[in-house]
């Protein structure tokens, strides 16, 4: 988990393209949806300036309830759902504007590609923040079926805002391992043991349950720990097991430098190099590589 990168103000303009690229008329009929846009151009400039405000100050959840409803409300969803060129170029600026080495992972959850945008205060309940760029953040589908229109409780806020909150540099997320022959069962937890801000900390709480991370990870784990397992033996010559040990943890560091140190797949690569058994498996394997490989070569 790492940070995003917001787009810098002024938000209205990305507003006003939208609202100039939609057609004026459907059916030969004018487009109810452009006019009543075009009407609140001005008032939507004001809505995003308080937007950016609450944003900075971290008072979010004091928003005022939208008064939009009916018609407004549908025309004002429009400027999203409705798609266009203009809308695209948005998405696509906010995908451009992330570090290069974060954009191929939801950083909500860190595990699937970013395909789609969350409205992080929920459109439903705030249409005039459908096309607003700080409120749309790229992530998962999967991340965006869980949250759905939540992102707070009365006065808190429960989903982590990459753009804003400062994303910790010390471990929160564990992992321990129970050893089924030689399967390791991990069983992920999170822990505040850094020191994290107390605030800062109950909205990781609250958005690591409603998305449900610890679970998904666990269902992950499988796959990447076969992986690795093909991944090392197939690229290793040297059973030496200080080698492979070495070699993971070089491993871990790099996985934590692209995806942060909690990074689930770091974490739980860090705790397998640091089983003996995990690495005496490794060995093991990679030693009867190494002999079949000569036993071939005998063989020529
Ligand atoms: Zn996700």
Redesign the pocket.
């Known amino acids: 988990m790492k940070n995003l990168n917001p787009l810098d103000a002024p938000f209205n303009h990305y507003f006003n393209r939208i609202v100039d690229g939609k057609n004026n008329t459907v059916k030969g009929k004018q487009n109810a949806a452009k006019k009543t846009l075009e009407s609140l151009k001005n008032i939507i400039a004001q809505h995003y300036t308080l937007y950016t405000d609450k944003f900075k100050s971290d008072t979010l959840f004091t928003l005022p309830t939208s008064t939009y409803g009916g018609q407004q409300k549908e025309h004002l969803l429009q400027a999203y759902t409705g798609g266009g060129e203009a809308l695209d170029g948005l998405k696509a600026f906010i995908k451009a504007a992330q570090p290069t080495r974060l954009q191929g992972t ?7 590609i ?1 395909k789609t945008m969350d409205h992080y205060v929920p459109k439903e309940d705030f249409p005039e923040f459908a096309v607003m760029a700080l409120n749309l953040v790229p ?2 589908g ?3 079926g869980h949250k759905l229109a939540y992102w707070k409780d009365s006065n808190t806020r429960g989903i982590i805002n990459f753009y804003r909150d400062p994303i910790p540099n010390v471990r929160f997320l564990f992992v321990t391992l129970v050893w089924s022959g030689n399967f390791a069962i991990p069983t992920f937890f999170i822990e505040n043991s850094g020191n994290i801000d107390g605030t800062l900390f109950s909205i990781i709480e609250k958005h690591f349950s409603r ?1 449900h991370l610890l679970s998904r990870y666990k269902d992950q784990s499988n796959d990447f720990i076969t992986d690795t397992i093909d991944s090392v033996v197939s690229n290793a010559d040297n059973p030496d097991p200080q080698t492979i040990s070495n070699n993971l943890h070089g491993h871990v560091s790099k996985i934590e430098s692209r995806l942060g140190v909690n990074s689930w797949k770091a974490v739980l690569l860090q705790a397998l190099a640091s089983e003996a058994r995990f690495i005496t498996l490794l060995s093991t394997k990679i030693a009867r590589k190494v002999d079949v490989n000569k036993d071939g070569d005998e063989d020529d």
């Open positions: 939801c950083q909500y959850c860190g595990i699937s970013p992530c998962c999967e991340c965006n998305l």
